[in-house]
């Protein structure tokens, strides 16, 4: 399926038009990847729905959960059902950046000297699971930095553009701290979801029992190529949204930072980090995917709520004292939002 050549100009104005058939065979592929991976992790539907949200948004999403969840089960079952090629590094105190970007290995040449080649590492990907990233020293962790923001990896005096699609899926444990390195703001704002992963109730533990013990194991089928990804991508970034949603956005983020004059006294007095801008366009195109996913070419304010938590759970940080005085992260940022709706309206 070819999408983007179904496209039809903006008409000279800016404006994207497109093909409705386009449209509708889109939105079924979405619906049938979605389907697909909800048949071999069970129970999990609205995790599925905003991983394939932060896919199709050209984000990465940071998955925490107990061990055992499922994590990394979400993760290939995501790259057997995208067919995007798939790699996983085991994060650990002694891996070091170059075990992950690659590095220059002597290799013999034609002429039977060595020379010098550059060997490419595991994050050569489009989907790199980077397991327990926590793990890892803050010097290893930050070898993803410039992956994530630029989509190139610069070793050997050479940048190199890594395979497109590209998406990092990190994942940490948020009880066994010991040993561990907190992620700095500077890389978790560069996740575009932060995904709570929890143990499943009675009765899904039951259906996923019954289908993983017996002789034959749930396999998915691939519903879509790379390189409709990277059409959905594209089409993703031309939703509509319109003036009030997106003052609605910037009146939020502003509302979110403690320094700022729009901050209210709660947040100067509980909040530590507030929403970036970069936060903030994570917000807007996450919204934008929501709702091309839910079959509309619009973004409603409805999309915003829909994807604030994972959005912004990670960045927007209680200080010292909100945490002591048991401040709702959850609770203030939907106070926030809701009175900046109103406010743009």
Known sequence: ?????????????GEPRMDREALDTL???????????????????????????????GGHVLLEGPPGAGKTLLVKTLADVTG??????????????????GSLVLTPDGAGHDVLKFQPGPIFTQLLLADEINRATPRTQSALLEAMQERTVSAAGT?????????VLATQNPIEMEGTY???????DRFMFRIDVGYPSAETLASILHATTG?????????????????IQALVRTVPIAEHVR????????????????????????????LSPRGAQALVMAAKAHALLAGRYNVAIEDIRAVLMPALR???????????????LEGLISKLFEHSVKAAS
């Open 215 to 231: 002789a034959e194991q749930p396999v998915a089928r691939r519903i879509l190529t790379p390189e409709e990804i990277l059409s």
């Open 84 to 101: 995007l090629s798939f790699s996983r590094v085991q994060f650990t105190p002694d891996l070091m950046p170059a075990d992950i970007t």
């Open 159 to 167: 940048s190199m553009k890594l395979p497109q699609p590209f998406c």
């Open 1 to 13: 399926m070819t999408v983007i050549s179904t496209l039809k100009p903006a008409d000279g104005r």
């Open 27 to 57: 939105l079924k592929s979405l619906r049938d990847a979605r389907s697909e991976i909800g048949r071999v992790v069970l129970g999990q539907h609205e995790i599925v729905e905003q991983l394939l949200i932060g896919l199709i948004a």
């Open 314 to 328: 990670h960045r927007v940080q209680l200080n010292f004292e909100g945490s002591a005085e048991g401040v709702s």
């Open 247 to 274: 003052n609605a956005v910037a009146l939020f983020a502003l509302a979110t930072q403690p320094g700022a004059k729009e901050a209210s006294k709660d947040v100067q007095r509980f909040v530590r980090f507030g």
């Open 182 to 188: 907190s992620l700095p703001e500077a890389q978790i």
